[in-house]
């Protein structure tokens, strides 16, 4: 009988609940303004999950369900809550936002896609770390732009 790790499942569970506990300490003024950058940023990460599907950049133990299960915890999680809180702390100030989303997604993309490989939570296949960085970086540029925009238009009514 095959042994079945939970170790992976309860990680995921693991980032998803403590992402959103942080969000307590975040002004709820903050968290309304931006909400709809974080929530922009989610659809475009789930469309590239939803392009994982077709060309298999990534792999996930288990059936569907775990897979959507992975992919949501990061998404709904440490990527939606942590888009709220570089906001919060970096708006206004672009090289701080730039040198913040430099930093965090070369942390995404290198040692913390190694850890989770080794901890069985995903696996690249046809993407290499720097694809990660790649992608996740230009995302935190549109992001910026996306949220220049709506503050601008808020201003000018």
Avoid at 36 to 58: C, D, E, M, R
């Amino acid at each position: 009988m095959r042994r079945v790790n939970h170790l992976p499942t309860l990680i995921r569970l693991g980032l998803l609940v403590s992402s959103f506990l942080t969000m307590f300490f975040i002004p709820k003024e903050a968290i309304k303004k931006y909400f709809p950058v974080a929530t922009f940023s989610s659809i475009l990460v789930i469309v590239l999950s939803l392009f994982n599907i077709s060309f298999k950049w990534w792999k996930v133990e288990g059936r569907l369900p775990n897979k959507i299960f992975n992919d949501l915890s990061f998404i709904l999680g440490p990527y939606f809550c942590g888009t709220i809180w570089i906001f919060h702390l970096t708006f206004g100030k672009f090289i701080k936002y730039f040198l913040t989303n430099l930093v965090m997604d070369a942390l995404l993309s290198f040692p913390a896609v190694t850890l989770f490989r080794k901890l069985k939570i995903f696996k690249l296949v046809g993407f290499k770390p720097k694809n990660i960085f790649y992608i996740t970086f230009s995302y935190a540029l549109v992001l910026y732009v996306f949220q220049l925009f709506k503050s601008r238009l808020k201003t000018s009514k």
